[in-house]
T-cell receptor, first 112, second 117 residues
């Protein structure tokens, strides 16, 4: 069955640096990958979507890459700020499917 | 403002009691979903509905039931048959229905934390 893995260890970085989060998947390549942000006690909020035929997607300080050879997506936050501290979830889906498969998320802490 | 409202935010029940979690959306979305979130695990799909009066089991439907009598509402009942019901429950919706794009992002409510003792 399809599986999606994110680093379970928290990522601690200094304000102003670039945070890079990793999402790896097994078996079949998904048609798309999504990234969500989740704050404690709140529901996830959608950030970015990248399709299988796209290598890179950007939105303001966010950048997502999709490498179907490595079966990996990287999520970058440039010029990170303490307000970026949250858990980031990676999710994948398939053409014609209605199920979105989520990773467990990586906690990011940005220190001032 | 359009969005998804889940209530209550915190819910406490005794073992053996059924409990119903509310989910209402005013986004005019066709599809609605229930997920369960446990520490260290990805969100797991309980039930989903693509259209009114229709719903399908997700990966962990045992011990749960749903209804979809109105487009805006998708309540989840946690029954006494659910072996480990204590968790954070998330309701979501998407425009994705029978005719919409398959890669629509999900819009989530802010969850209900259920504790069963």
């Amino acid at each position: 069955s399809q599986k999606i893995e994110q680093n379970s260890e928290a990522l601690n970085i200094q304000e102003g640096k670039t945070a890079t989060l990793t999402c790896n998947y097994t078996n079949y390549s998904p048609a798309y990958l999504q990234w969500y942000r989740q704050d404690p006690g709140r529901g996830p909020v959608f950030l970015l979507l990248i399709r299988e035929n796209e290598k890179e997607k950007r939105k303001e300080r966010l950048k997502v890459t999709f490498d179907t050879t490595l079966k990996q997506s990287l999520f970058h936050i440039t010029a990170s700020q303490p307000a970026d501290s949250a858990t980031y979830l990676c999710a994948m889906g398939y053409t014609g499917g209605f199920k979105t498969i989520f990773g467990a998320g990586t906690r990011l802490f940005v220190k001032a | 403002d359009g969005g998804i409202t889940q209530s209550p935010k915190y819910l406490f029940r005794k073992e053996g009691q059924n409990v119903t979690l509310s989910c209402e959306q005013n986004l005019n979305h066709d599809a609605m979903y229930w997920y369960r979130q446990d520490p260290g695990q990805g969100l797991r799909l309980i039930y989903y509905s693509q259209i009114v009066n229709d719903f399908q089991k997700g990966d962990i439907a045992e011990g749960y039931s749903v209804s979809r009598e109105k487009k805006e509402s998708f309540p989840l009942t946690v029954t006494s048959a659910q072996k480990n019901p204590t968790a954070f429950y998330l309701c979501a919706s998407s425009p994705k229905g029978l005719t919409s794009s398959y890669n629509s992002p999900l819009h989530f409510g802010n969850g209900t934390r259920l504790t069963v003792t």
